[in-house]
Structure formats: structure tokens, C-alpha cells
């Protein structure tokens, strides 16, 4: 059944990739740097340090996929995406997608699922081959990736099947619903909530460990030494030979 939600002016929620980017075979991390550049939309120069708190990497990292995009041209010198959408085809992502921290293969599959989706029912189904060559990732990657989104909450997947003409029964390409994206960031900021509370709980159990580790040692410290019992006479040894 289709999902629908109210729709609002995507200039404000959503951000535009160019279609040629897929013709680049991008690696995962240059296509989330790539996509993070448009988001942006900027036409001031983005540090590596900047980029890197977007995307979650360190500003190695960043600096040297960035010179990757910049000797394919697909980036200036300046670090603003050379294509404008506004001429070109182009499909859109939704700019919360950065607050999930996914990694950069799961993003690109996303990316890719939103490309080719049906813009009315929010479905398609491609196969895990269609997908792992569209991206440039192996089919086990690939795989994996649908799984982080499911985890996620950014896409149902359901298994289909089909009969051929004679009759037999074969197993069909997954359907992927892709899911509002408000959903799966506000089970992640719960999740991310829950772990900051859980973290403070043991912080203060540790606290509390440490306080009264150190009150037992101070007690034992000054706790009275036990006077040692009074030695039996009969038990004391004995000379073996008087001199």
C-alpha cells in the first residue's frame, strides 16, 4: 500500500545530486564527501576540519578523498561541487540522512535506492546485482548496506516471488519502501538519549564504587590492631637437652 506524508517545499528539507554522479563509479566515502558538499550548497570555501565534523571522519581522511574529487572534476579547487542541479538532472536526498552517521556504503546505497524509486508509492526493487553494480560495491557489501537501512528504519524490505510460464515458482527481487526519514532520525536521537543515559548511570556507579572503595580502605586503616591470644605455657617448646 502506499505511504504518503504531508509534502512540504523540498528547498527546504531536501537537497539535489546530479544524475552524472553515478557515471563517476565513486567510492563510498568520495560519494558521501561529494554529497555533503551539495548539501552544504555553499559557495565559500569548506574546510577539511568542517567537512570532517559533517561527515564524521577525520580531516585526513576527508583531505584526501577531496583531492580524489577535485582530480575527477568533480569538485573545484575550492571545494564547491562542479555541476548545478539546476541544469542538469538531478534526484534529492533528505538533508537529515547527515545526523544518522551512516557508513558511507549504506549511504550510497540509500542514495541509490531514492534514484531509481517510484515517486508516488515510495517503492522499488531492484536486485542486490542491479544494486551492487549501480554503486560499485561488491554484492555482499551491498547486502550488508539494505541491512544498516532496514536496522535503521530508512526502508522496509518485503521478499516477493513470481511463477514463470510453466507454472514454477521462483523467488523475486526484494520490495524496498522507502520510509519518512523523520521517523528513523527520531529513533536515532532516542537510541543516541538512551546510550548518553546509560553512560551517565555507570559513570555514577563507578563514582560510587570509587567512594566506597576508599571508605573501606580509610576504615581499615584505622581499625585497632587484635591483640594476639596469650600463648599456652604447655604448648611452648621444650629444650631437647639441659645444659
Not at 580524489?68 to 533528505?94: Q, Y
Not at 551517565?200 to 585497632?224: F, G, H, I, M, T
Amino acid at each position: 500500500m502506499p505511504i504518503s506524508w504531508p509534502r512540504r517545499d523540498p528547498r527546504h528539507y531536501r537537497f539535489a545530486m546530479p544524475n552524472l554522479v553515478w557515471e563517476y563509479k565513486l567510492k563510498p566515502i568520495e560519494f558521501l564527501i561529494f554529497s555533503y558538499l551539495c548539501y552544504c550548497n555553499s559557495t565559500s570555501t569548506l574546510t577539511p576540519e568542517t567537512i570532517a565534523t559533517g561527515v564524521y571522519m577525520t580531516a585526513i581522511t576527508v583531505k584526501k578523498y577531496l583531492n580524489s574529487l577535485v582530480a575527477k572534476k568533480l569538485v573545484s579547487e575550492d571545494g564547491i561541487p562542479v555541476f548545478k542541479c539546476e541544469n542538469a538532472n538531478f534526484f534529492t536526498l533528505p538533508n537529515e540522512v547527515f545526523l544518522l552517521r551512516l557508513p558511507p556504503s549504506a549511504f550510497m546505497v540509500y542514495a541509490y535506492l531514492l534514484l531509481i524509486e517510484d515517486r508516488r508509492t515510495h517503492t522499488c526493487h531492484p536486485s542486490y546485482n542491479t544494486i551492487a553494480a549501480a554503486t560499485d560495491l561488491t554484492k555482499n557489501t551491498a547486502m550488508k548496506s539494505v541491512n544498516t537501512l532496514l536496522e535503521t528504519g530508512l526502508i522496509t524490505v518485503e521478499s516477493s516471488s513470481y511463477f514463470d510460464k510453466h507454472g514454477m515458482k521462483w523467488k523475486g527481487n526484494n520490495l524496498y519502501t522507502i520510509l519518512p526519514v523523520r521517523l528513523a532520525a527520531d529513533a536515532f536521537h532516542q537510541r543516541q538519549l538512551h546510550r548518553l543515559e546509560l553512560e551517565a548511570e555507570c559513570r555514577r556507579v563507578l563514582q560510587w564504587q570509587k567512594e566506597y572503595d576508599r571508605r573501606r580502605s580509610r576504615d581499615a586503616l584505622c581499625a585497632p590492631i587484635p591483640a594476639l591470644a596469650a600463648t599456652d605455657p604447655s604448648q611452648q617448646c621444650k629444650p631437647l637437652c639441659a645444659c
